[in-house]
């Protein structure tokens, strides 16, 4: 399993990027992936998810309006487009899938991408 994350950077305040997950090595198409961020000093949490085909959603309360994360299974790549950024979304953003092998939950992570909100 591979994910590899790109489209991170400095963007000021109010701005906008878009996030990018290139996966392979599993099934993408009946996967659900996620988008989790870490920022300095805190813990990893969740920003938002995306089921496999039924396109059903769910985001952290903290970018609910800002934040849409897309598949494109086609591509096997997954995206979350951020807008109206504010300087407490800085942190490195990582893509996330899972599966179930011999009845346990393995997690895979990309490497992550930086994103970093700053005037």
């Known amino acids: 399993v591979q994910l590899v994350e790109s489209g991170g950077g400095l963007v000021q305040p109010g701005g906008s990027l878009r996030l990018s997950c290139a996966a392979s090595g599993f099934t993408f198409t009946t996967s659900a992936m996620n988008w989790y961020r870490q920022a300095p000093g805190k813990e990893r949490e969740l920003v938002a998810g995306r089921n496999s085909a039924g396109g059903s959603t769910n985001y952290a309360d903290s970018v609910k309006g800002r934040f849409t994360i897309s598949r494109d299974n086609a591509k096997s790549t997954v995206y979350l487009q951020m807008n109206s950024l504010k300087p407490e979304d800085t942190a490195v953003y990582f893509c996330?899938?899972?599966?179930?092998?011999?009845?346990?939950?393995?997690?895979?992570w990309g490497k992550g991408t930086l994103v970093t909100v700053s005037s």
């Open positions: 996330h899938t899972w599966t179930v092998r011999y009845g346990l939950k393995v997690d895979y």
